[in-house]
């Protein structure tokens, strides 16, 4: 049974900081492409940014680029984002997401993950 748990969301101000992790278990972690996704209230869910199965191999939404970073620990089955200079528009649930490896095209679009974490709260204050 697959499963993925977020952690590190929470409440910050303006022009703060947060990492987000996500641990996974019941996959090869190592050969699954990660995702992060998040969705506001009233909005659909949006890519955020996926990394390969290496580190380099990366893939961000425009609205964060410079901003956040994705990273993975294979040997801790954890991929990591990095929140900085927060905006309030960061506000949203933030979702993690696998599919296995499929090639250098990480996949943006959600229906193209088989699995999902629950979501935790990112709420950025003004």
């Known amino acids: 049974q697959v499963q993925l748990v977020e952690s590190g969301g929470g409440l910050v101000q303006a022009g703060g900081s947060l990492r987000l992790s996500c641990t996974a278990s019941?996959?090869?972690?190592?050969?699954?492409?990660m995702g992060w996704f998040r969705q506001a209230p009233g909005k659909e869910r949006e890519f955020v940014a996926a990394?390969?199965?290496?580190?380099?191999?990366?893939n961000y939404a425009d609205s964060v680029k410079g901003r956040f970073t994705i990273s993975r620990d294979n040997a801790k089955n954890t991929v990591y984002l990095q929140m900085n200079s927060l905006k309030p528009e960061d506000t949203a649930v933030y979702y993690c997401?696998?599919?296995?490896?499929?090639?250098?095209?990480?996949?943006?679009?959600?229906?193209?993950?088989?699995?999902w974490g629950q979501g935790t709260q990112v709420t950025v204050s003004s």
């Open positions: 997401a696998a599919v296995p490896w499929m090639g250098r095209n990480l996949p943006r679009a959600a229906p193209a993950y088989n699995y």
């Open positions: 019941g996959l090869t972690f190592s050969t699954y492409t």
């Open positions: 990394v390969g199965l290496s580190a380099s191999s990366t």
